[in-house]
């Protein structure tokens, strides 16, 4: 099928609001990289003005690329061969090859895993994120459609330290007035609980159709329970109870339960219904979120607060991806594969925009998740994650600060993903950690780390060993201020500690352009 | 001379500009004048100290896991509920307490208790959560922490040293949360060593050298195109450099307090927290949180909450007392409370268990009138008679006592406007006059 032939099937569906498109429909879906050139073009006829930003480099895009993908930096290799590289679609085969990669599903898994505890309100809830972790990476990296990954978290049950799936449910320690909020503000969009005590101030949801949400999830509640000699929970609910008192209603499409439907069918409605396509919000919570996290700037800011009175910066294209979402059947890889293949994607990075700047005229810097910036450390410093089989730092481990370093460099670096990019600023007790932790003055070491010494003692030129530090700290090469810095210290392990040390404190690279 | 007058004008304008020259002798404690002898130094902490008095402080002593009212501040002696303790008389006629605390009962001039707090949350987190924040716990609003509204409206941003310290950990106490991470606690894990990645990996010149090489990046960096996160970092990193350069930081540092001080205060844990507080106080850090626990004594609660008083009686009684000498107090509050109280029926294991109906709290300085017992419960303590203390009134009055604004609103992420205290009224008794 000619490109031609395809786009005009792309362009029919976007003319047909409300035909949807089964994958049975098709002879072939459409492709992420006509999606992709349908993007851009919507975005320059919606918005207007030509962006003054140029498409980024091979250097800037790479670093973009897999620390958004696979959650870490490319090696000087990597670099290299991609600078190398003189195929015209060698950033389409990059993104297929990351999102091939297992390290996806372990970066997007640990991504959902924050979304969902950074708003826990029932902090035993921590003992549960291992296997709530576990339980995302995989689903990720299987390309679970996010429809049965969302209907797994709303439907489970079971021992929280074994059934990931609970871990949304323990977020809230099983009350279901938070769980319901948390389910419409995480799979829609929506902050409905605004309404738990009072109409919704500026959206137009109500008190009873707060109530109405929670009645889908009566009885379902977390006990305290044992798993060999350790302490845990267990998501439980009454399966066979019918509730009576309070009509089942999903306020986002007017769809009811009679009273009296047994407990366990309830939760599976509510799950099906939130998924199900006639349900636009499930879909534009994700293209928004997805699209937020790349590109830099959502659609709607914060990415958790969409609707329905809320103003979309370009509602025709969020459109588009969400049509073709839902006809590509929730594929989560394909939706990442598409908004990586635009032109707005692979812009250069500028500063966010003012309020009267157009948007999506460039990609906007982020900074790095805890878990990407440990990852960085761990890249420059040619180590491994220790891996604890600790179930999770609570307790005692946790009130003495012990547990594995991951955990312990996430506690002082994580953020809620879920919060406004540009109001999350770093913190004084981060800057200590990295000018002066034990842990990275030990790495920067020429004697003690692994790192340093074996580069002092094979690299003889400076100007090649500042090169070699710079591509593996920033992935870019610079030599002027380093070389002069160099020339200005008697003592060359010293000066190269020095060197290193300033690029790992360096703005970028606790950012990604 | 000349150098000297110098300084103490330098010192003088940079934390309070109201102030004269001529006004530093009245400003000087009467015993410091006295004793004549003054070097400069102990002249210029004398300063100091009094150019504090200025700002109002706060020290809450966080009783981790919930302590029995009965064992602490509110014994029953000769009724079921009271078990084994028995009440000891304090400075006040007609005010006991538990037979635990002796430093304390000695204290009670000074100290105000409120004996009719009360709430509904009786899980640890949640309660916590209730107590720091004065809301239940919302995944869509994080509600800041009392320490995070302190610093936020009375911290000072030019200081070398964080405006709200938290030694110890405690769970489930919020942070800065809508207000963002600069209000965020500045946390120390032990109280005896140099909090975290303060002491730079290398001499201080080498350290100075790193960050010159540093600013050198920035600084091509920027030449090349100005960013906002560039910037921002840089911000974050000069305030974090200079708070590792700042010769405050010895305020950290108990080792550097007399011997005979360092007695007084006791040798646990939570004895070099207040210690740490005081000198944080004196430094001009606006709040401070210190941690003891654990007090959740489901079993022995007896001898439990025996040895859990021996922590924290002397240092508690000796913090107002040293406060006090140092002219502190007056416009620093002191505020001992736990996330709930404990049950007045005592369980098969010698314990109690979680009692959120009626509980204890103490509070002194800033305008406290001490010596003072506010609220009753019945006989057995199972439930409040009078005067009942909620926790927003609790907060409110915690506010108040320091100047703050309990209805002031801050915005929440989803453009929620929440107020520093939701309802509730101030404990007007409480203050003096």
């Given at each position: 099928?000619?490109i031609?032939?395809?786009?005009?099937?792309?362009?029919?569906?976007?003319?047909l609001?409300?035909?949807?498109l089964?994958?049975a429909?098709?002879?072939a879906q459409s492709t992420?990289?006509?999606?992709?050139?349908?993007?851009?073009?919507?975005?320059?006829?919606?918005?207007?003005?030509?962006s003054?930003?140029?498409?980024?480099s091979?250097?800037v895009f790479l670093?973009?690329a897999?620390?958004?993908l696979?959650g870490?930096?490319?090696?000087?290799n990597?670099l290299?061969?991609f600078?190398l590289d003189t195929r015209a679609?060698?950033r389409a085969?990059l993104?297929k090859?990351?999102l091939?990669?297992d390290g996806?599903?372990?970066n997007w898994?640990?991504y959902?895993r924050?979304?969902?505890?950074?708003?826990?309100t029932?902090d035993?809830?921590?003992?549960?994120?291992?296997?709530l972790?576990e339980?995302?990476v995989?689903?990720?990296?299987a390309?679970?459609?996010?429809?049965?990954?969302?209907?797994?978290?709303?439907t489970?049950?079971?021992?929280?330290?074994?059934?990931?799936?609970?871990?949304?449910?323990?977020?809230?320690?099983?009350r279901p007035?938070d769980t319901?909020?948390e389910?419409?503000r995480?799979f829609?969009g929506i902050?409905?609980?605004?309404?738990q005590?009072h109409?919704?101030?500026?959206?137009r949801?109500?008190r009873?159709?707060?109530?109405q949400?929670v009645?889908f999830?009566?009885?379902?509640?977390v006990?305290p329970?044992?798993?060999?000699?350790a302490?845990?929970f267990?998501v439980i609910?009454?399966?066979e109870l019918?509730?009576?008192?309070?009509q089942?209603?999903f306020?986002a499409?007017g769809?009811?339960?009679q009273?009296?439907v047994?407990?366990k069918?309830?939760?599976?409605?509510l799950?099906?219904?939130i998924?199900?396509p006639?349900?636009?919000?499930?879909?534009?919570?994700?293209?928004n979120?997805?699209?937020?996290e790349?590109v830099g700037?959502?659609?709607y800011?914060?990415?958790?607060?969409?609707?329905?009175?809320?103003?979309?910066?370009?509602?025709?294209t969020?459109d588009?991806?969400?049509?073709?979402?839902?006809?590509?059947?929730?594929?989560i890889?394909?939706l990442?594969?598409?908004i990586?293949?635009?032109?707005?994607?692979?812009?250069e990075?500028r500063?966010?925009?003012?309020?009267?700047?157009?948007?999506f005229?460039?990609?906007?810097?982020?900074?790095?998740?805890?878990?990407?910036?440990?990852?960085?450390l761990l890249?420059?410093?040619?180590?491994?994650?220790?891996?604890s089989d600790r179930p999770?730092?609570y307790?005692?481990a946790?009130?003495?600060?012990r547990?594995?370093?991951?955990?312990?460099?996430?506690?002082m670096?994580?953020f809620d993903?879920?919060?406004?990019?540009?109001?999350i600023g770093g913190?004084?007790?981060q800057a200590?950690?990295?000018?002066?932790?034990?842990f990275i003055?030990?790495?920067?070491?020429?004697?003690?780390?692994?790192m340093?010494a074996?580069?002092?003692?094979e690299?003889?030129?400076?100007?090649?060993?500042?090169e070699?530090?710079?591509?593996?700290v920033?992935s870019?090469?610079?030599?002027r201020?380093?070389?002069d810095?160099?020339?200005?210290i008697?003592?060359?392990?010293e000066?190269f500690?020095?060197?290193?040390?300033?690029?790992?404190?360096h703005?970028?690279?606790?950012?990604?352009? | 001379?000349?150098?000297?007058v110098h300084?103490?004008?330098?010192?003088t304008?940079?934390?309070?500009?109201q102030l004269?020259?001529?006004s530093?002798?009245?400003?000087?404690p009467a015993?410091?004048?006295a004793?004549?002898?003054?070097?400069w130094?102990s002249?210029?902490?004398a300063q100091?100290?009094q150019?504090?008095?200025?700002?109002k402080?706060c020290i809450?002593?966080w009783?981790?896991?919930g302590?029995?009212?009965?064992?602490?501040?509110s014994?029953k002696?000769?009724?079921?509920?009271?078990?084994?303790t028995?009440?000891?008389?304090t400075s006040?006629?007609?005010?006991?307490?538990a037979?635990h605390?002796p430093a304390?009962?000695?204290?009670?001039?000074d100290?105000?208790?409120?004996?009719s707090?009360?709430?509904k949350?009786?899980?640890h987190?949640?309660?916590?959560?209730?107590?720091h924040?004065g809301?239940?716990?919302?995944?869509?609003?994080?509600?800041p922490?009392?320490?995070?509204?302190?610093a936020h409206q009375?911290?000072?941003?030019?200081s070398?040293?964080?405006?709200?310290?938290?030694?110890?950990?405690?769970r489930?106490?919020?942070?800065?949360g809508?207000?963002g991470?600069n209000?965020?606690?500045?946390?120390?894990n032990n109280a005896?060593?140099?909090?975290?990645n303060?002491?730079p990996g290398?001499?201080?010149d080498?350290y100075?050298?790193r960050l010159?090489?540093?600013?050198?990046?920035?600084d091509?960096?920027e030449?090349?195109?100005?960013r906002?996160?560039?910037?921002?970092?840089?911000?974050?990193?000069?305030k974090?450099?200079?708070?590792?350069?700042?010769?405050?930081m010895?305020?950290?540092?108990?080792?550097?307090?007399?011997?005979?001080?360092?007695?007084?205060y006791?040798t646990?844990?939570f004895?070099a927290g207040?210690?740490?507080?005081?000198?944080l106080?004196e430094t001009?850090v606006?709040?401070?949180?210190?941690?003891?626990?654990?007090?959740?004594?489901?079993?022995?609660?007896?001898?439990?909450?025996a040895?859990?008083c021996?922590?924290?009686?002397k240092?508690f009684?000796?913090?107002?007392e040293?406060?006090k000498?140092?002219?502190?107090?007056?416009?620093?509050?002191?505020?001992?409370?736990g996330?709930?109280g404990?049950?007045?029926?005592?369980?098969?294991?010698a314990g109690r268990d979680?009692y959120?109906?009626?509980y204890?709290?103490?509070?002194a300085?800033a305008?406290v009138r001490?010596?003072q017992?506010i609220g009753t419960?019945?006989?057995g303590g199972?439930?409040?008679e009078?005067r009942p203390?909620?926790?927003s009134d609790?907060?409110r009055t915690?506010?108040?006592?320091?100047d703050?604004?309990s209805?002031?609103e801050?915005?929440s992420?989803?453009?929620?406007?929440?107020?520093?205290?939701?309802?509730?009224?101030l404990?007007k008794?409480?203050?003096?006059g």
């Amino acid at each position: 099928m000619s490109i031609s032939v395809r786009s005009s099937l792309v362009l029919s569906v976007v003319l047909l609001p409300g035909f949807l498109l089964t994958p049975a429909d098709l002879p072939a879906q459409s492709t992420a990289t006509d999606v992709a050139r349908q993007v851009d073009q919507l975005i320059a006829e919606e918005i207007g003005g030509e962006s003054a930003a140029q498409i980024s480099s091979d250097e800037v895009f790479l670093r973009r690329a897999f620390l958004d993908l696979v959650g870490e930096p490319p090696t000087s290799n990597d670099l290299l061969a991609f600078s190398l590289d003189t195929r015209a679609d060698k950033r389409a085969k990059l993104v297929k090859q990351l999102l091939a990669d297992d390290g996806y599903g372990t970066n997007w898994g640990r991504y959902w895993r924050d979304v969902i505890m950074f708003r826990r309100t029932e902090d035993r809830a921590i003992l549960s994120q291992p296997a709530l972790e576990e339980f995302l990476v995989t689903e990720f990296n299987a390309n679970t459609p996010w429809n049965s990954i969302a209907r797994q978290l709303i439907t489970a049950t079971g021992n929280v330290r074994e059934n990931g799936q609970t871990g949304l449910i323990m977020a809230q320690g099983g009350r279901p007035e938070d769980t319901v909020a948390e389910i419409s503000r995480i799979f829609m969009g929506i902050q409905i609980q605004c309404a738990q005590c009072h109409d919704h101030p500026t959206d137009r949801w109500t008190r009873e159709q707060f109530h109405q949400l929670v009645a889908f999830f009566p009885r379902v509640a977390v006990r305290p329970t044992m798993m060999g000699n350790a302490r845990s929970f267990a998501v439980i609910e009454k399966p066979e109870l019918k509730g009576t008192l309070m009509q089942p209603v999903f306020f986002a499409t007017g769809q009811q339960l009679q009273t009296g439907v047994l407990d366990k069918d309830r939760r599976e409605t509510l799950s099906s219904w939130i998924t199900s396509p006639e349900n636009s919000w499930c879909a534009k919570a994700l293209v928004n979120r997805l699209w937020s996290e790349l590109v830099g700037e959502g659609f709607y800011e914060p990415v958790d607060d969409i609707g329905p009175d809320r103003d979309c910066s370009a509602p025709r294209t969020l459109d588009l991806l969400c049509n073709e979402l839902t006809a590509h059947d929730y594929d989560i890889k394909w939706l990442m594969e598409t908004i990586l293949l635009t032109r707005t994607y692979q812009l250069e990075s500028r500063n966010r925009r003012s309020l009267d700047e157009l948007p999506f005229q460039a990609n906007c810097p982020q900074r790095l998740r805890s878990d990407q910036l440990f990852n960085s450390l761990l890249a420059v410093f040619d180590i491994e994650d220790v891996v604890s089989d600790r179930p999770a730092a609570y307790g005692p481990a946790m009130r003495q600060g012990r547990g594995a370093p991951r955990l312990l460099f996430n506690s002082m670096f994580g953020f809620d993903p879920s919060t406004r990019r540009d109001e999350i600023g770093g913190s004084i007790p981060q800057a200590l950690a990295m000018m002066n932790s034990p842990f990275i003055n030990q790495q920067i070491n020429a004697q003690h780390g692994q790192m340093l010494a074996p580069l002092l003692a094979e690299v003889n030129d400076d100007r090649q060993l500042v090169e070699e530090l710079y591509i593996r700290v920033l992935s870019r090469q610079e030599l002027r201020v380093c070389l002069d810095f160099r020339r200005g210290i008697n003592s060359r392990s010293e000066a190269f500690e020095d060197i290193l040390w300033a690029l790992l404190n360096h703005a970028e690279f606790i950012h990604r352009k | 001379m000349h150098y000297h007058v110098h300084n103490q004008l330098n010192v003088t304008f940079s934390r309070d500009g109201q102030l004269r020259r001529r006004s530093f002798l009245r400003c000087l404690p009467a015993a410091a004048l006295a004793a004549g002898s003054l070097d400069w130094r102990s002249r210029l902490a004398a300063q100091a100290s009094q150019l504090r008095t200025k700002k109002k402080a706060c020290i809450l002593l966080w009783m981790q896991g919930g302590p029995s009212q009965f064992e602490t501040l509110s014994p029953k002696p000769g009724h079921a509920s009271g078990g084994e303790t028995s009440a000891i008389a304090t400075s006040v006629p007609g005010i006991q307490i538990a037979e635990h605390l002796p430093a304390v009962a000695s204290a009670m001039d000074d100290i105000c208790l409120i004996r009719s707090m009360n709430s509904k949350e009786g899980s640890h987190p949640r309660a916590s959560y209730l107590m720091h924040t004065g809301y239940i716990p919302t995944a869509s609003i994080k509600h800041p922490t009392i320490g995070s509204h302190v610093a936020h409206q009375l911290g000072n941003p030019e200081s070398d040293l964080p405006d709200f310290v938290r030694i110890g950990r405690v769970r489930s106490g919020g942070g800065g949360g809508l207000l963002g991470v600069n209000y965020d606690p500045f946390v120390i894990n032990n109280a005896n060593r140099t909090p975290d990645n303060t002491a730079p990996g290398t001499s201080t010149d080498r350290y100075l050298r790193r960050l010159s090489l540093l600013g050198q990046l920035h600084d091509e960096y920027e030449s090349a195109e100005q960013r906002q996160e560039v910037k921002d970092h840089r911000k974050v990193y000069g305030k974090a450099s200079r708070m590792v350069l700042s010769s405050n930081m010895k305020a950290f540092d108990i080792a550097q307090e007399p011997a005979g001080i360092r007695q007084q205060y006791g040798t646990s844990e939570f004895a070099a927290g207040c210690l740490m507080a005081r000198r944080l106080i004196e430094t001009g850090v606006t709040f401070v949180e210190v941690a003891a626990g654990n007090w959740d004594t489901h079993q022995d609660n007896f001898s439990r909450s025996a040895e859990l008083c021996g922590q924290v009686d002397k240092p508690f009684a000796f913090l107002l007392e040293d406060l006090k000498q140092r002219g502190l107090l007056e416009q620093t509050l002191v505020v001992w409370m736990g996330e709930f109280g404990r049950t007045p029926r005592i369980n098969p294991r010698a314990g109690r268990d979680h009692y959120p109906r009626a509980y204890s709290v103490a509070l002194a300085g800033a305008g406290v009138r001490g010596g003072q017992v506010i609220g009753t419960t019945d006989p057995g303590g199972v439930g409040v008679e009078d005067r009942p203390v909620g926790v927003s009134d609790l907060l409110r009055t915690i506010f108040g006592s320091l100047d703050i604004d309990s209805d002031l609103e801050n915005m929440s992420g989803v453009g929620r406007p929440i107020a520093v205290v939701d309802g509730g009224e101030l404990v007007k008794e409480v203050f003096s006059g």
